[in-house]
């Protein structure tokens, strides 16, 4: 019995015809983690024993009972490490509380089991920017995992957790998601609380899911969504049954393929495979429409002000007076300051307080975070002119299928680029999808490529269903890396 490789749907069935019990997938979590883990990875910490104690008392007729689910390090899980993958908080702080989403998944059966690596404080594109490890692709251990949300996204796609939680802020669930051929799902900005995540960019952090099935996906996300008293923005909406509707086909379904989504510059592979795909969806029902997001070239560089602006002002937190690293220098209350964040931060989040301080310094706030503040509302009135003539929008989730380690981690600006057709959902708070769509073949390994679908306010419900026709209708989802 080997449990690890199931989704949740499958093993829920099983639980529920008393075929196999909360403890036989724990176990079976375990020794896959043991035997991978050195090779990939993902997982930061574990603690097997508290995963088991739970999963004993399960109770099975709940919706998620005794499903465990792995946590990107930056959501608090009570009596647990929550890194952020920074040593600025390794070794110094143990969430004291469960986030809303930790909360939530409880209620409804699931067993939080493991944390997971990831960038600094959420800020890359490949898992390299991690202080505390590094992570590799299951496709091809000499590759990355994508980012941030790399260690989940290598252990659902390597087959070591059955499902996990990312955080996204322009990207993170998805490319990640693309890279190691699983389904990232991005909620609209509020559906998701972000009390108990670890701040990046508030106004466009989410949390979410990475699963090995489109409907895993929606499945988790009905324990996700709902108001929050704890976090202002999260929105006072019904939560939909989101398994519901999946499967009632795309027919007549309006696909949007923004012309300025195909450009140069994205690889011949991803090119090809979402191009087939878009085949495949007018073999489906679908009708395919052009449309046009104007403002899409602006994307990138507003994400890169206003993200870091936010940063900046969330990680003045980190002071070394109330919790995490503190150095052990001697001095005045600045010096204090300036040696424990010079020694508790890693390079690229330096980069993005140094950026985020400078954007929002009196002489410049007009000239970037302002000007990116107006650039943003025009992206997300693109999209709503858009969504006027589609239901939903078709584009590569990357540009590329996994880099090699090291190939892109010296250059920010090529790691940045790696975030141009995922950053404008976050930009506008809508929900978006990637799913398997096919194979890049480099070096005789074949690597993962995803394609995302991006959906009108609190739609996911739609890009859900579309994802579910594509999937259930290929085999790209049934392939297993080997290792
Ligand atoms: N790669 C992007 C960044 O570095 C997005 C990160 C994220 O979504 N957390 O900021």
């Known amino acids: 019995m080997n449990l690890a490789n199931e989704s949740i749907t499958s093993l829920r069935q099983r639980l529920v015809a008393k075929e196999i019990t909360p403890t036989d997938i724990v176990t079976d979590l375990a ?39 792995a946590i990107k390090d930056n959501i608090n899980v009570t009596g647990q490490p929550c890194t952020c993958g920074s040593k600025f908080l390794q070794g ?34 490949t898992t390299e920017n991690s202080a505390l490890g590094v992570t590799r692709n299951p496709w091809d251990l000499e590759r990355v995992p994508g980012g941030s949300s790399g260690g989940s996204a290598s252990s659902v796609g390597g087959h070591i957790a059955i499902a996990a939680l990312g955080s996204d802020t322009g990207g993170s669930i998805r490319q990640p998601a693309s890279l190691c051929g699983c389904v990232g799902l991005k909620p609209t900005y509020g559906r998701v609380s972000r009390y108990g995540l670890v701040a990046f960019a508030s106004s466009l952090d989410q949390i979410g899911p990475l ?55 994205v690889h011949p592979a991803v090119s090809a495979a979402v191009a087939a795909a878009t085949k495949h969806f007018e073999s489906l029902g679908a009708e395919i429409v052009g449309v046009s997001l104007p403002h899409t070239d602006c994307g990138v560089a507003t994400y890169y002000v206003l993200a870091p602006a936010e940063a900046s002002a969330n990680l003045a937190r980190f002071d070394g007076v109330r919790y995490g690293h503190r150095t ?18 890693g390079p690229e989040v330096k980069r993005r307080i140094l950026l985020g301080t400078y954007v929002l310094s009196s002489g410049y706030y007009d000239a970037y975070y302002l000007k990116a503040q107006r650039a943003r509302t025009l992206i997300r009135q693109d999209f709503e002119k858009a969504f006027e003539q589609v239901d939903v929008i078709l584009s590569p989730t990357a540009p590329s299928p996994a880099h090699k380690l090291g190939e892109i981690s010296n250059d920010p600006l090529k790691m940045y680029l790696e975030d141009v057709f995922t950053i404008a959902a976050n930009l506008a708070g809508l929900p978006a999808i990637s799913v398997p769509c096919g194979f890049a073949d480099e070096g005789g390994k074949k690597l993962p490529v995803g ?33």
Not at 252 to 263: A, Q, S, T
Not at 463 to 479: F, G, V
Request: glycine share 8%; charged share 20%.
């Open 31 to 69: 020794k896959a983690i043991e035997a991978r883990n050195p090779a990939l990875g993902s997982y930061l910490s574990i603690d097997v024993e508290a995963a088991l104690k739970e999963a004993s008392t399960a109770d099975v007729s709940q919706p998620l009972g005794g499903i465990p689910i």
């Open 92 to 125: 110094t702080y143990t969430a004291p509380y469960d986030a809303t989403s930790i909360v939530q998944l409880r209620a409804a059966g699931a067993v939080p089991m493991g944390r997971l690596n990831m960038d600094e404080f959420a800020m890359g594109s």
């Open 211 to 265: 699963t090995k099935t489109v409907e895993d996906s929606a499945l988790l996300l009905n324990h996700l969504c709902g108001k929050d008293s704890r976090d202002s923005t999260t929105l006072d909406e019904s939560v939909p049954d989101f398994t519901s509707g999946l499967k009632s086909g795309i027919k007549g379904l309006r696909i949007g393929l923004p012309k300025e989504y195909f450009i140069e510059g």
């Open 328 to 345: 052990a220098i001697q001095g005045d209350l600045l010096e204090h300051y300036m040696n424990t964040r010079a020694e508790g931060f």
């Open 451 to 483: 394609l995302q679908l991006v959906g009108p306010h609190l739609d996911e419900a739609t890009i859900l269903r579309a994802a579910y026709a594509y999937e259930q209708s290929t085999d790209w989802h049934k392939a297993k890396p080997s290792i």
